[in-house]
């Protein structure tokens, strides 16, 4: 009897194929509710294994204490005014379990050999928008990625669904209360909000500057 052919299916990691096999939600949200709706998630990342991109150091650390105040004792952050020796001791706690939650930066995470992450949080998405599937690579087909998208983060947002040729998976919290915007400027508000519930927000943002 011959023996069956295995057929072995070649796996693509351009932008299309990580961004439509990769489970993708998105939460629309100013940019300083973001905390808060973090708190209405803690059960989902306090469960898994949490990778946290910001966009820079002082998000970073204002995150790990927020964390705190929550009685979250298992985050830490690492960035640009971190030792290699103390990047290194994080991403390996965070390789063996030993540490829950892991928040950092593009340019540290590009360093870093990340294994076991159940869950990323774009808290923000990148400046360039091809590092968000290098982050996406994380978690490819066997995890999950949510993005929390500032007004001002629309347009990386297109950005991102056109070069991946899907759409993010919106999702609403019942009874979480966006807040608006305290004197932003007629040059930074959005006029043309993506979705609904961004309209409302947009309206308070408005109203907020009379």
Known sequence: ??????????KYYDYISVGQRTSQESYFVQQHD????LKELKEKFTNNQTLIVVKNKRSADTLV??????CITNALAIHGNHRASQIEEAA?????KDLGILITTDRILETLSLQNVELLINYDL???HPDYFKRLRLVDEIAESISLIDPEDENALASIELMMKCEMKEVELE????TP??????????????HN????????????TK
């Open 1 to 10: 009897m011959s023996e069956e052919k295995t057929v072995v299916k070649k």
């Open 34 to 37: 973001k905390n808060r709706l």
């Open 65 to 70: 204490t927020f964390f705190k105040e929550l």
């Open 92 to 96: 390996s706690s965070f390789n063996t």
């Open 126 to 128: 990148p400046f360039e």
């Open 175 to 178: 009874n979480f209360e966006h």
């Open 181 to 194: 915007r305290i004197n932003i400027s007629k040059k930074n508000r959005v006029k043309k909000p993506r």
């Open 197 to 208: 519930k961004k309209k409302k927000v947009a309206k308070l943002d408005a109203e907020s």
